[in-house]
T-cell receptor, first 113, second 109 residues
């Protein structure tokens, strides 16, 4: 059974650029959630996808968007990058109604300069 | 709004016991998670409480009081490898989980 994999692991972008982060969910999991974690803070919920549809969104602007594919993998897209977007982006997969919580990927460290 | 509070930092000695508290006020509640996160790594699942009471799992125990909106994580026989951040998280339902800011635990030899 494979876990959650994210790519790339590290990324440096310039302010104003666009970025796409990718996530492969754990086998058998149908829900993917994305979190932004700034240094020294807890993960902040960006949005969640269930069966290719957005299933809830946190307090993030529309320039944060996502996709989920039929194989339950997912992408997070961020347009018009700002310096404050520098953070660790975590993808987590889960099975709806599962009591084991989320399985997290190792994250993508995004630096915006 | 959603609010989850936990201390920012705590320090304890190797071999001792430490209790990390968490209070929450959320619009929904299905259960409460504790995660451990080492620096630069992903959070890993420690415990999940749905009903009131204490759940014990080896050196770690977690307690929940739903009426008080309160939980704690108890770590016994502390080891140096327990130095990490501990995240309290609430399951709101619909498979959504929100996190507190985390408690950085420092273990001294």
């Amino acid at each position: 059974e494979t876990g959650v994999t994210q790519s790339p692991t590290h990324l440096i972008k310039t302010r104003g650029q666009q970025v796409t982060l990718r996530c492969s969910s754990q086998s058998g999991h149908n829900t993917v959630s994305w979190y932004q974690q700034a240094l020294g803070q807890g993960p902040q919920f960006i949005f969640q996808y269930y069966r290719e549809e957005e299933n809830g969104r946190g307090n993030f602007p529309p320039r944060f968007s996502g996709l989920q594919f039929p194989n339950y993998s997912s992408e997070l897209n961020v347009n018009a990058l700002e310096l404050d977007d520098s953070a660790l982006y975590l993808c987590a997969s889960s099975l709806v109604a599962g009591a084991d919580g989320y399985t997290f990927g190792s994250g993508t460290r995004l630096t915006v300069v | 709004g959603q609010n989850i509070d936990q201390p920012t930092e705590m320090t304890a000695t190797e071999g001792a016991i430490v209790q990390i508290n968490c209070t929450y006020q959320t619009s929904g509640f299905n259960g409460l998670f504790w995660y451990q996160q080492h620096a630069g790594e992903a959070p890993t699942f420690l415990s999940y409480n749905v009903l009131d009471g204490l759940e014990e799992k080896g050196r770690f125990s977690s307690f929940l009081s739903r009426s008080k909106g309160y939980s704690y994580l108890l770590l016994k026989e502390l080891q140096m490898k327990d130095s990490a951040s501990y995240l309290c998280a609430v399951s709101l339902g619909g498979d959504k989980i929100i996190f507190g800011k985390g408690t950085r635990l420092h273990i001294l030899p």
